[in-house]
């Protein structure tokens, strides 16, 4: 998975500075680094009931939906607050700097679905832990989270250790 590696940009004092940014938009370009790394991922729960998928926005779509695809399910969006037109649920979580809320639809997962959550980073584990926070409250079970990447210095894996992770790309 060296070559996955070499596919990700670093782009320095990106959102702000200090922040070092992993920019997966070369790897994306990449048709075998794209078919490659949904592959891993898929072959993660080849052996594992995935009901649904879930993907948190805006870059987890984009791994989430082609997750979804190559094994067979649908896929469900978790997003910003005022995105999405219908019945939502809402979690608001603490970030290092303030508070964010996500938002899914009530009717996006069903009581008892098996659900693989996926995004494209794992860092301080945040953003993942409210939104499997939200499918649970739905009534989902959370059989995996998936990541392109893990920031594994951010100790994200801490907060979401209840959970069976994966993350194909470790830095």
Do not use: W
Request: some cysteine; aromatic content about 8%.
């Amino acid at each position: 998975m060296e070559y996955l590696k070499k596919l990700i940009r670093d782009v320095p004092d990106f959102p702000k500075v200090g922040v070092l940014f992993k920019d997966i938009t070369p790897l994306l370009q990449d048709a075998k680094g794209l078919k490659d790394s949904i592959a891993c991922i898929a072959s993660y729960v080849e052996n594992k009931k995935i009901d649904i998928v879930v993907g948190a926005e805006a870059r987890g779509f984009i791994l989430a939906t082609t997750v979804a695809f190559s094994i067979g399910t649908g896929f469900v969006p978790i997003r910003k607050p005022g995105k999405l037109p219908y019945e939502k649920a809402s979690m608001t979580y603490n970030l290092e700097y303030g508070t964010d809320t996500l938002e899914i639809h009530k009717d996006g997962i069903k009581k008892g679905q098996q659900v693989l959550m996926v995004d494209d980073l794992l860092a301080t584990g945040g953003t993942m832990n409210a939104c499997c926070k939200l499918v649970e409250s739905l009534g989902g079970n959370i059989v995996g989270c998936a990541f392109l990447i893990e920031l594994g210095f951010l100790n994200g894996r801490d907060i979401l250790s209840k959970y069976d992770l994966f993350s194909l790309i470790k830095y």
